[in-house]
């Protein structure tokens, strides 16, 4: 009975197989790519933007002159603070520096700010407050930035700043 069963699946298979290696091949259809759909815009009298076009890109130059203003306004900021700290001015002068996407501009912030506070200079501001402060106005640096070796240097004095501002917070004097 085994040896029937045996040789009937074995039959049926060989039956499939030449079945399938005669059968003759299915002649290939080849499809017309279809055309792309009409584009459509929000205003109709208006003709779509082409996407494939790349926007102008403003030469390097210009970009390097705006960012060199930033910075020389940056710096006249902090000249102009170091005379009057306050709370107020510490943010404006943090968020210039910081504006300027320049690590080193916004480092040399960090520390004016920080050397204030360490010297009395910003009653006003909390330890707590100046770091709220320096951390928030660290992520306006773009990632290319942060991530720099300038980068770098400023997370180590952020991170300085950090410890100098909590043991101020633990041992208030």
């Known amino acids: 009975m085994v040896t029937f069963l045996i040789t009937s699946v074995l039959v049926l298979g ?3 197989i030449a079945i399938y290696f005669w059968q003759k091949p299915a002649h290939k259809t080849e ?18 933007a082409l996407l494939t076009e790349a926007p102008e890109e403003q030469p390097a130059i ?3 002159d705006e960012r060199e203003a930033k910075r020389a306004a ?62 928030s106005e660290y992520w306006l640096l773009s990632s290319r930035t942060r991530s720099s070796g300038a980068g770098f240097i400023l997370k180590r004095t952020l991170s300085r700043a950090k410890r100098e501002l909590e043991s101020a917070n633990i041992n208030p004097q």
């Not at 499809?31 to 459509?40: C, Q, R």
């Not at 700290?85 to 404006?92: G, I, K, N, Q």
């Open 31 to 48: 499809t017309a790519e279809l055309p792309p759909p009409p584009v459509t815009s929000l205003f109709a009298n208006e003709e779509p």
């Open 74 to 135: 940056a710096q006249e900021f902090s000249e102009r603070w170091q005379a009057a700290p306050d709370r107020t001015s510490t943010a404006d002068m943090l968020h210039s520096a910081a504006d300027t996407d320049d690590a080193e501009t916004y480092n040399n912030a960090v520390e004016l700010a920080l050397n204030a506070w360490q010297e009395g200079k910003l009653p006003d501001l909390s330890a707590t407050e100046l770091h709220n402060l320096l951390n």
């Open 14 to 16: 060989l039956i499939a």
């Open 62 to 64: 210009q970009e390097h």
